[in-house]
């Protein structure tokens, strides 16, 4: 976040507040938050909705953030830049997915959580088929038959091909010889610019209420949820937060070291986002706080309007270190075998794949994990074993999810940030 760098000295009974870091404000929420669900558990659910105004304020300005930055960024940059800068996006996309997959495997080996069969609870699990889509219908799905009912919806990917190819519409009026045509397209132009602005505005000031939408969000996890994790939950809480740990210091930490820029600047920046991921559990609601760290890190808005988005739907590094975890979980309960090398390398593929096609959304990996699943033979049916060693999880989602949420929104940062670098796109005056 900016502030400490240009906050003005505010006034009033409430300057203390604003005059007071955002981070610590937002920290001693999170604390705050999650001993008041321990302590007071659903005796303090009342506080809930606080949470929801958060999360309601951050999902209000993401269209419109999406469209305006996404438009304005296409039509500044040359479509043949566009494509060389996509393609390096989605390539470092897949590659830390598949090494999130893997780390999550080897984090389920060692730790090798497992729980007695009799706990198991198979009924909850009943309602959920395995939602497993065809390739072709995924990939089809990224043209809108209706631009107005996939931003309804809030699906990201028809929303980005959208507005690109808009973008590119828009730059084409731009440098055309018709005056009136020029005109035109310069207007359309600096509109969305500024509706982008604003947007960013806004941003900042939602943040200031960022330390009470977290001690809500977080109180009201903890007091659904916190009692669960104990036992053999407890294991694969543990098994997977070390994994998204271990993850941030080799994998992003690698990459931001491999490609010379600065570890700090970066955490500097990317705590705004992966707090507000952490409490909202959704990349897609977290996207108006990581394009502003971006903006922050001196990355081009062409690029960052493109990927960021694109990055909360199709790349997930958290969720699938979740999948690994939780895959070989269900495994060991109910069959007591890890799985084989081959089953493995099955794991990896479809737990990559499986992120294209689930939006960025609270709860989104539960529905991976399901495709997974079936990708190795145990599929989710009522009344099975399978069934109920994934109720289990499920028991525990929420909290499971705040960590990949978090983790997802900063291999977003950082493949966009070591992309801008790798093309000399970066302004490295911000990294100083
Ligand atoms: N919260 C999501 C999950 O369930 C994904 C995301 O929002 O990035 O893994």
Redesign the pocket.
Known sequence: MAEGKKAPVKKGWLGWYFNFNLLYRILIGLVLGALLGIIFQEKILWISPLGDLFVRLLKMIMMPIILSTLIVGASSISPATLGKAGVRIVIFYLVTSALAVVIGLLMGSIFRPSAAMETLAIADAAGKAAASQKLSAILLAIIPTSFAQAVVNETILPVIFFSIVFGIGLSYLRISGDERLKKAGETLFEMCDAVAEVMMRMVTGIMQYAPIGVLALVADVFAKQGAKVAGALGMVTVACFVGYALHVVLVYGGMLKVFKLKIKTFFNEAKDPFIT?FVT??????LPVTMEAAEHLGIPRDIYAFSLPLG?TIN?D??AI?QGVCAIFISLTVTGHNFTLAQMLLIIVTATLASIG?????????I?LLMVLESVGLPVQAGTAVAGAYAMILGI?AIL?MG??AL??TGDLTCTAVVSKQLNYLDLKKWE
């Open positions: 991921a559990r959704s990349s897609n609601g977290t909360a997930m958290g969720t979740y689930t939006a960025g959304v609270p709860g989104a990996g539960a991976m989602d999810d990949r949420t997802n929104v």
